[in-house]
Structure formats: structure tokens, C-alpha cells
């Protein structure tokens, strides 16, 4: 069965008003420019001298193509797919490039890479995916296909999506006032959702500002699954009612032409409830399955660019960012006919419910800065950039709940095989990420050198874990890696209209907390 409809309808209703509410006409439209490239080298390029395979989707695309989600954000585009079961309760998990998905794709949003994806155990109890940025609120979209560990270190192993927000200039050319206000309005057949929002925008010369605010309601997405019942058999989706809303505000400074700042603050959150009808019998005694879900992602960054800063230097860029994520899982199951222990198999007159809950919050801090140097080699113009990433993130995640048998009142925080919750899978981790890299323009050549450090901290609750569970368990240690990227690539161009390149490229990976250290036990029944 297919898992997801393809097809929609949408119907979406803007309005903005500029001044008074005054309704203005926008300025003629402008001569189309090139397309440029960024993701592929730090650098705006033309696409076509790009030796790379990289697709650029812009505002208006997705404004004409009523994208909703990352799976409408490609669903054109060859070898890159999204992972989305209808039946989880955990919508999108990430991008899939060439084969390669999951963490291994890196995903960032105005240089600030997005959180881990996660699951344990059971997809019908545990998972967090990627999908948490509000696409409304992006001007450009660039997906690089193939490694960019040389650029951007780990997490670039099968590629690089990279979001860009507006700015508050994309509202304010729409008019020849000083403010500018819009409303939108939308509604989606696939999930049968509402959407509702407003942009306001200000500012014209060195100060100019925005807020956006979007909510969308809706339901579980509809696909071509036929087998309406409960349990594993199941294809048609698990009814759900979910919320989403999303906030971006911006501020950009202007000290001097060439120059300029931006403050950016990024809320996005998601609930959502789940009837988890697909997991109901997958064991013999559970009878009813109910999934409540919170996802939260809150990101402060300031960015800084200056153009020609020195004699020497073309270009000077930063960032400086703070991201916090924070998922948080409840799953309440109902087992009936059980034994008194609640077996989920065993026969008894028993009425239990288990009620579950997982924790998985990440927050990072870091930056990046970087140089341009334009200059000449014989009759050959070249551009050398160069620069540093630094980031440090801390993973906490933790499983928590308990057991109650209501025939007999008889309540445990102890289910086999964990020891009495809460319990850590992985021990609360920091990760160091530090990288410099150099890349050189025309023949493009590029090498970066990263190092990585992963600290867990054992507390008592993971080192009770592990105690219970030696057999399966390690303990915890520190792992340290370095790792060089070299890339190199050329583009020739035939004539004015077809041009070739090639590229080489080497990808690596460093291991996540989770992947680490963690070890799964399944409980059987």
C-alpha cells in the first residue's frame, strides 16, 4: 500500500496592506537573476559553475507548488525521498539522498544545524524526526547532493539541506510604504488542516524588522490504505489531531553599506495525539494504544556580514547561535484479560495500564566565521575561503512511567527487563565539534580538518541501568576521533549553454550519543 497520498488540494488566501491598511500596488517586477548557489562551497556561484549536483527551490516555488511538509518540498525531485509512514505517530523523519538518510544527512536552517533524529525501540512509541521548520517562512531551499564533510564536517555523509529564512527587505519591496502587513489563510485536503497567520514587517533604510506568526490545525494524513482495523495489519492511517505553530522574528542593522547585522529569534512547536490503532494487538492482551507528543525547537542567532572589511579580504562572515530542542513522548496502553503481572501475552482477569513516557532534548551553542579572498594566478581569477565551525551539544534522553494493575490496585515503576524507572539508555552526553577549512575557486579544491569529542556523564540513573543490565551494557566512555575531508572538483564549459563537471568527495560521520553508547533491551511480553 502506498503510505502517502501525493496528490492534495489546498487552497490558500493571502492579504497584506501596507501604511494605513492601504491597499498598494507592488513595484514591477524585476529582471530575473542567475541562479546561485551557496551550500555547495560557502560562496554564491552561479548554479551552472557549480561542480556539484545541488537543487535550489525558492519562495515562489514553494508558495506555487502548496508545499505543506518536506515530502511535498521534493516530491519532484529525483533520488531524494522522505521517510513518512502514515501509521507512525511521528510524521516525517528526515531527508534520504542517494540511499543515505537519517543523521547522515545534515540539515540547517541560517547555518545552524537542526537536531538529531531519533527512535528506540518500538517506531509506535519512540521517534523524533526533521521536519520543524516552518517552510512558509524560507526564501531558498538548497539541497547538495553527495558528501560535504569538506565544507561542513559531520552529518554531511550523504548530503546537505540548507534553509535560508526571509528577510525583512522580501516584504518590504512588495510596497512603496514604510510598513507592510499580511494575513494568510489555508486549508489542505491531505490532512484536512486549517492554517491561519500574519507577517509584519517595517524598516527602510539601516534598521528593518519582521514577525511571522503561523497556527495549523489538522488531522492524520489520509493515504490509499484500505484495511480499516486494529493491529499490525493495519494500512489506513492512525487517527491523530495535531497543532503546529511557528514564530520567526528578525531584525536587521545596517552600520554602513556593505555591512550589515541580523538577529534572529525561532520558535516552532508541534502536538500532537495519537490513536495508535496499528499497535493494538501486536500483542495479544493490549487492547487500546494512545500516543501524546509535544516537539519543540527554539533557535536565537546573530549573523554578521561585511564586504570588503581589508584590501585583502572581499568578504567577512559570522554567526553566533544558541538551539534548543526539546521532544517529549507519552504512550498509554491498555491490556485486558491479563495476568496479574499485565503479561502482554498470558491469558488472565486482569485490567492493566501501562503508562510510558521518553524524554529527548538536545541544545547546542556554537559559530562560525569566514574569509574571501578574491585574486589572480596568471590569466585564471581565483577564490580562496577559508574559516572555522565550533559547536559544543548536550543530549539528555530519559524513559520514565509506570505499570498499574487496575483489578488489583497493585502499581510498579519496575518492567522488565528495566530496572525500576526512570532509567537512561545512553548517559546525558557533550559533543565537541570543532572543524577549520580551506576551499579554492575555479578548480575547486578543498580540505577540512575536524575533531571530535563525545563526554558522557553517568549519573545514578544510568549507571543503575547499566547495573541491572552488565550482560548488555557497557559502561560508558569518552570517544575522541579526528578526521580529514579532502574534495576536489572542475566544471568546463562546452559553450554558452552546456558546460561538464566532475567531482571527488570524501564524507565522514561522527557517532551521535545515542549510537554511542546506547544499547536497546527488548522486553517481550
Not at 100 to 124: C, H, K, M, P, T
Not at 232 to 253: D, M
Not at 357 to 364: A, D, E, K, L
Not at 500 to 525: C, I, K, T
Amino acid at each position: 500500500m502506498k503510505a502517502r497520498q501525493q496528490g492534495f488540494a489546498a487552497f490558500v488566501l493571502t492579504a497584506a496592506a501596507a501604511g494605513a491598511m492601504a491597499q498598494t500596488p507592488p513595484p514591477a517586477e524585476p529582471e530575473k537573476l542567475k541562479e546561485v548557489s551557496v551550500v555547495s562551497t560557502r560562496t554564491e556561484r552561479d548554479l551552472n559553475e557549480v561542480p556539484n549536483t545541488v537543487t535550489v527551490i525558492n519562495s515562489d516555488d514553494i508558495q506555487k507548488g502548496q508545499v505543506q511538509d518536506i515530502g511535498d518540498l521534493i516530491r519532484y525531485e529525483p533520488n531524494i525521498s522522505v521517510r513518512s509512514e502514515s501509521q507512525r505517530r511521528f510524521g516525517n523523519g528526515s531527508f534520504n539522498i542517494g540511499g543515505i538518510d537519517g543523521n547522515r544527512v545534515l540539515i540547517q536552517v541560517d547555518g545552524v544545524r537542526i537536531g538529531d533524529e531519533f527512535s528506540y525501540g518500538s517506531s509506535l512509541l519512540n521517534g523524533v524526526g526533521r521536519d520543524t521548520v516552518d517552510l512558509d517562512t524560507l526564501k531558498r531551499v538548497e539541497i547538495l547532493r553527495g558528501p560535504g564533510s569538506a565544507i561542513y564536517g559531520s552529518d554531511a555523509l550523504g548530503g546537505v539541506v540548507s534553509y535560508t529564512t526571509k528577510d525583512p527587505s522580501d516584504y518590504m519591496k512588495q510596497t512603496d510604504k514604510d510598513v507592510y502587513f499580511g494575513v494568510h489563510s489555508g486549508y489542505a485536503s491531505a490532512d484536512r488542516s486549517f492554517t491561519n497567520g500574519f507577517t509584519f514587517a517595517t524598516g527602510r533604510e539601516a534598521v528593518q524588522g519582521y514577525l511571522y506568526y503561523s497556527r495549523r490545525i489538522g488531522h492524520e494524513t489520509s493515504n490509499r490504505g484500505d484495511i480499516d482495523v486494529q493491529g499490525p495489519t493495519r494500512t489506513a492511517a492512525n487517527p491523530q489531531n495535531y497543532l503546529q505553530e511557528s514564530l520567526l522574528g528578525k531584525i536587521v542593522f545596517k552600520p554602513a553599506a556593505g555591512q550589515q547585522f541580523k538577529l534572529t529569534l525561532e520558535d516552532r512547536s508541534t502536538r500532537a495525539d495519537t490513536n495508535v490503532l496499528s499497535g493494538v494487538t501486536g500483542l495479544p492482551r493490549v487492547t487500546d494504544l494512545q500516543g501524546y507528543d509535544k516537539a519543540q525547537r527554539s533557535r536565537i542567532s546573530l549573523e554578521h556580514e561585511w564586504l570588503q572589511p581589508a584590501s585583502w579580504v572581499n568578504a567577512l562572515r559570522w554567526n553566533a547561535y544558541g538551539q534548543q530542542t526539546n521532544n517529549y513522548q507519552r504512550s498509554v496502553q491498555t491490556r485486558s484479560g491479563t495476568s496479574s503481572t499485565c503479561s502482554g501475552t498470558t491469558t488472565g482477569t486482569n485490567t492493566c495500564i501501562l503508562d510510558l513516557n521518553t524524554t529527548f532534548n538536545q541544545s547546542i551553542v556554537g559559530g562560525n566565521a569566514s574569509l574571501e579572498h578574491l585574486f589572480a594566478l596568471g590569466n585564471s581569477s581565483n577564490r580562496l575561503t577559508w574559516g572555522a565551525d565550533a559547536s559544543k551539544s548536550t543530549t539528555f534522553e530519559q524513559r520514565n512511567g509506570g505499570r498499574l494493575n487496575v483489578t488489583t490496585g497493585a502499581y510498579t515503576t519496575t518492567i522488565t527487563p528495566d530496572p525500576a524507572f526512570p532509567v537512561h539508555d545512553f548517559p546525558t552526553s557533550d559533543t565537541w565539534l570543532k572543524g577549520l577549512f580551506d576551499e579554492r575557486l575555479q578548480l575547486i579544491g578543498g580540505l577540512r580538518y575536524d575533531s571530535y569529542r563525545l563526554t558522557p556523564r553517568s549519573d545514578a540513573v544510568f549507571q543503575a541501568n547499566n547495573a541491572a543490565n552488565a550482560a548488555n551494557l557497557a559502561a560508558a566512555q569518552e570517544i575522541t576521533a579526528n578526521a580529514l575531508s579532502p574534495k576536489f572538483g572542475a566544471t568546463y564549459k562546452l559553450n554558452k549553454v552546456w558546460s561538464a563537471f566532475a567531482n571527488y568527495a570524501y564524507g565522514f560521520r561522527a557517532p551521535s550519543a545515542l549510537e554511542a553508547q546506547a544499547a536497546f533491551l527488548y522486553p517481550g511480553a
